[in-house]
C-alpha cells in the first residue's frame, strides 16, 4: 500500500501485507479451507484476478480495436449511456482511440508488469531471505543492512527519482517495483527461518549429516511457500496500485503503450470536460487490486486461522525484532 | 535506556548517509545539471564555470564528501533554479504539508478510532462488517484517484470546493479527506483487531465480572491497552507523510513538500532534492525516535528493556 500516500515507508511492515511470524510458521497444510463466507471470498477474489488475467492475455480478441486506432473525428465521445455510440461503449480519448480498447490492452501492461514484478522480487527476496536466515553472522547482517537501508527510502518519491532520472523505460520500471517488494519477502522469509532452525526435523537433518544446501532447499523452503504466497497476493495490489502511481506522473509505461496509470494521467488533463477518461481506467484498477486483496486475505485466513481477520500492528518490540536479529 | 537511544541514533545517522548517497549517485547518474539549466547558447566555457561554481568538476566521491561536510555545517548548498538555500526552498513547503498531513491525521483518528472501538465491541454486528467492508474499499482504492473524481464531482460539476491549491478551510476539505481516507481504513483495521484482542483478555473478564459496564471496560481497560500500537501505526504514518503525500499533492496542486521534491527531481535541482530527502528522513527518523520514548512512557513494562 506503500503507493497510497502515507503508506510510503511505514507500509512495508504494515498494512493488509503484513504477515506475522506467526504465519510464517503456519505449515501449508494447516487445515482444510473453511466453507461458506470465507471459500466464497477466495473464490471472489480468485475469479476477479482471473477475469483480469483472461482479459490481457485474450486482449487482441476481446478489444473492439487497436489500443493506438486513432480517429479525430470522433475525439472525446462520451460512453454510450451517455450520448455517445455503442460502437465506442466507454467513449473515446483525445485522440480518439477507444477507451474500452485501450482499458483492455492497459490490462496486459499493468497486470504483466506487476505479476512478473512479483515474481522476481519472490525468487530474490525468498532466496535471500533463506540464506540470511540460514546462515546468520556476517551474511545475515549484510543482507539485513540493505533491507534497513531499503527501508528509510521514502520509496514513493525514491520510485519518482528513479524513473525521472535514470528514465523510464521498461526495465526501469521493473527494476523499481522488484525494489519495492522483495525487501517484504526477505524479511518474512528469514524470520519463519529463524524459528525453523531450532525445530526437531531440521536437527534431524542436521545429524543426518545433510548438507546445508539441501535442508535449506528441501526441509526450510516448502515451509516458506505459503506465507510467501499470501503476501504475493498483496504485493501484486500493490504494485499495481504502484505502477498506475507512476504512470499517473508520466513516469510509468510511454505512450502509445496503454497502462491504467497513463490513461488516468491523460484524463487528468480532460478532467473538467471527459470524466469517463479518468473514471474507468481508475475502477480496473480498483477492481483488480481489490481481487488481489480479497484472494491475499481469504488466503491468509485460509492458511492460518489464527491470523482470522487480524490485521496486526507490529508492536514496539516486535518491531524492532523484526529488523533486528531477534 | 540512554544506550538505546544513543544506538538508535547511530542507526538513524548510518540510514541518513545510505539515503543521501543513494539521492546523490541517482542525481549524478541522471546527466549534467550544466546542460539542463543553462540556455543551450551557453559555451562550453560557461558550462565549465557553472561546473566549477558548484564543484561539480570533482570525482563524485569527492562530491559526495565535500556535501557531507557542509551538511554537517547545516549548509545544504543553492538551490540550482532558484539561486536561494536549498533548504529554505525545502522548508517553505513544510507548513503547506503539516497542515494538509495533520487535517487528514485528525480526520482519520477521529472517525476511525470511535468506530472501530464500536465496532470490536459489537462484533459480528451489520456495524462491524460494514466497517470491515469499508476498510477493505479505503485501502483499495488510490489515493490519486479519489482526489480526481472528487474534483470531478465536488468541485467541477456542483462547485462546492475549490478544485486545487491552498487558501482557506474550502482548500483544504477535498486533499484532506481523500488522503485521509486511506488512514482511516488502516487506523480502523487495526484499532478493530486490536481492540477484538484486548476485549478477550483475562482483565477484561476480571472488569466484567466486578460489574464494570461494557461502555467502561471497552474504554479504560480494553482501549488503554490496545493503545500502543495503535499509536505505532498513526506515528510511523505520520512520519511517512511528513515527505509530503506526493500524490494527493499533485492532484490538488497542493504547495507542499511532495510537490516540492517532485519539481526539483523533474528540474534535477540537486540541493533540493537532497535538501528535501534529509529533511524526509531527519523527520521519519524523528517520529521513530519519539515513539520509541513513547511506549517507555506508555508501557512501564518496557522500561526494563
Known amino acids: 500500500m506503500a503507493a497510497q500516500d502515507g503508506g510510503e515507508q511505514a507500509g512495508v511492515l504494515m498494512g493488509p501485507a ?13 487445515r482444510p479451507a473453511p466453507r461458506g463466507r470465507l471459500a466464497g471470498l477466495v473464490g471472489g477474489g480468485l475469479a476477479i484476478l482471473l477475469i483480469a488475467l483472461a482479459v490481457a492475455a485474450l486482449a487482441d480478441v476481446i478489444a473492439p480495436r487497436g489500443y493506438d486506432d486513432q480517429d479525430l ?32 490492452y492497459g490490462a496486459r501492461t499493468s497486470l504483466l508488469l ?35 537501508a531499503q ?17 523510464s523505460s521498461l526495465t526501469n520500471l521493473v527494476i523499481v517495483l522488484v525494489l519495492r517488494s522483495w525487501v517484504v519477502y526477505a524479511q518474512l522469509v528469514r524470520v519463519s527461518v529463524l524459528s525453523m532452525k531450532t525445530r526437531e526435523f531440521v536437527t534431524v537433518a542436521v545429524a543426518l549429516g545433510a548438507r546445508a544446501r539441501r535442508i535449506v532447499f528441501r526441509h526450510i523452503a516448502p515451509n516458506v511457500i505459503a506465507p510467501a504466497l499470501v503476501v504475493s497476493s498483496f504485493q501484486l495490489a500493490e504494485l499495481i496500485i504502484v505502477e498506475s502511481s507512476l504512470g499517473f506522473l508520466g513516469l510509468g509505461v510511454q505512450p502509445p503503450t496503454p497502462s491504467w496509470g497513463s490513461m488516468l494521467s491523460q484524463g487528468r488533463e480532460y478532467l473538467g470536460s471527459a470524466w469517463w477518461l479518468v473514471t474507468f481506467p481508475g475502477l480496473a484498477i480498483i477492481l483488480t487490486v481489490l481481487g488481489a486483496n480479497l484472494f491475499g486475505d481469504a488466503l491468509r485466513d485460509t492458511l492460518d486461522p489464527r491470523l482470522r481477520t487480524r490485521a496486526r500492528a507490529p508492536r514496539g518490540r516486535f518491531r524492532r525484532t523484526l529488523k533486528e536479529t531477534s | 535506556m540512554a544506550r538505546q537511544i544513543l544506538r538508535r541514533l547511530l542507526r538513524a545517522v548510518a540510514a541518513l548517509l545510505v539515503v543521501t548517497a543513494v539521492v546523490f549517485t541517482l542525481l549524478h547518474l541522471s546527466g549534467d545539471p550544466a546542460y539542463i539549466l543553462l540556455t ?45 538555500p536549498a533548504v529554505a526552498v525545502a522548508l517553505e513547503r513544510l507548513p503547506a504539508t503539516l497542515e494538509l498531513t495533520l487535517a487528514a491525521m485528525a480526520l482519520a483518528v477521529l472517525i476511525s478510532l470511535p468506530a472501530a472501538v464500536l465496532a470490536a465491541v459489537r462484533r459480528g454486528t451489520l456495524f462491524d462488517r460494514a466497517l470491515m467492508i469499508f476498510t477493505l474499499i479505503g485501502q483499495t482504492v488510490p489515493t490519486f484517484w479519489l482526489g480526481m473524481v472528487m474534483i470531478l464531482v465536488l468541485a467541477v460539476r456542483f462547485h462546492l470546493f475549490p478544485a486545487s491549491g491552498r487558501g482557506g478551510v474550502l482548500h483544504l476539505v477535498m486533499p ?15 484499532t478493530r483487531s486490536e481492540m477484538i484482542e484486548a476485549l478477550e483478555q483475562d482483565y477484561v473478564r476480571t472488569a466484567r465480572a466486578k460489574g464494570l ?23 510511523l504514518q505520520f512520519g511517512g507523510l511528513l515527505g509530503g503525500a506526493v500524490m494527493t499533492e499533485t492532484v490538488f496542486a497542493w504547495p507542499g513538500v511532495g510537490t516540492m521534491i517532485l519539481d526539483a527531481i523533474l528540474k534535477k535541482d540537486v540541493p533540493v532534492v537532497l535538501a528535501g530527502v534529509v529533511l524526509v528522513a531527519v523527520g521519519f527518523i524523528l517520529v521513530n525516535l519519539l515513539l520509541d520514548l513513547l511506549y517507555t512512557v506508555l508501557d512501564p513494562r518496557l522500561r526494563r528493556a
Open chain 1, 18 to 30: 503484513t504477515v506475522s511470524p506467526a504465519a510464517a510458521e503456519a505449515p501449508a497444510t494447516a
Open chain 1, 73 to 104: 473525428a470522433f475525439a472525446l465521445q462520451p460512453p454510450a449511456w451517455a450520448g455517445g455510440t455503442w460502437s465506442n461503449p466507454l467513449g473515446t480519448d483525445p485522440l480518439g482511440r477507444d477507451v474500452l480498447s485501450r482499458i483492455v
Open chain 1, 114 to 148: 506487476a505479476l512478473g514484478s512479483v515474481l522476481i522480487a519472490a525468487v530474490i527476496g525468498v532466496t535471500l531471505g533463506l540464506v540470511s536466515g540460514w546462515a546468520g553472522g556476517r551474511v545475515d547482517a549484510a543482507i539485513m543492512s540493505a533491507v534497513e
Open chain 1, 151 to 167: 527501508l528509510s527510502l521514502p520509496y514513493l518519491l525514491f520510485a519518482i527519482a528513479f524513473m525521472a532520472l535514470l528514465g
Open chain 2, 40 to 84: 543551450p547558447e551557453a559555451t562550453a566555457e560557461d558550462r565549465a564555470a557553472f561546473r566549477a561554481e558548484y564543484g561539480m568538476d570533482r570525482p563524485l566521491w569527492v562530491q559526495y564528501g565535500r556535501y557531507l561536510g557542509r551538511l554537517v555545517q547545516g549548509d545544504f548548498g543553492q538551490s540550482l533554479s532558484f539561486r536561494t
Open chain 2, 176 to 190: 484532506a479527506t481523500a488522503l485521509a481516507l486511506w488512514l482511516t481504513a488502516l487506523l480502523a483495521r487495526v
Open chain 2, 213 to 235: 459496564t461494557e461502555r467502561g471496560i471497552a474504554a479504560r481497560h480494553a482501549l488503554k491497552n490496545a493503545l500502543l500500537p495503535i499509536i505505532t501505526v498513526m506515528g
